[in-house]
């Protein structure tokens, strides 16, 4: 599929969640015009620390030069998913914290990741 195919499969999919539109972005890598072409979810949200209103973006999702209509649509779906639940995890927080940051550096989170909670014995 080429990227005008791609664009005019996915101009058929509405994403929204509680009223908020989602679109999605088809390009091509910057860094090889010609080449890859990858799948991005935008949309407008309030920034979890400011409060601003402004726009986002996913990660991008690169597709495969023999990538189905099917795995197109699905992979669509997957970033629609993966951005939903990146704004999930922003809005929730403890005493003003953001508890599942999703910003946090899997270093910073492997040093911790041992203090694991249990309860007590009867």
Request: proline share 2%; glycine share 6%.
């Amino acid at each position: 599929m080429n990227i005008n195919n791609i664009k005019q499969l996915l101009d058929n999919v509405e994403m929204k969640v509680f009223g908020m539109p989602f679109r999605m972005r088809v390009e091509h890598d910057n860094k090889n015009p010609a080449g890859r072409v990858f799948l991005q979810v935008v949309y407008e949200a309030e920034c979890s620390h400011t409060g601003e209103v402004k726009e986002w973006k996913g990660r991008k999702w690169y597709l495969s030069d023999h990538m189905t209509e099917d795995e197109v649509i699905k992979t669509g779906y997957a970033a629609f998913e993966a951005a939903v639940k990146h704004e999930v995890m922003e809005g929730y927080k403890v005493n003003g914290v953001i508890l599942f940051n999703p910003h946090i550096n899997y270093r910073e989170l492997l040093e911790v990741s041992h203090r694991e909670v249990f309860r007590a014995e009867r």
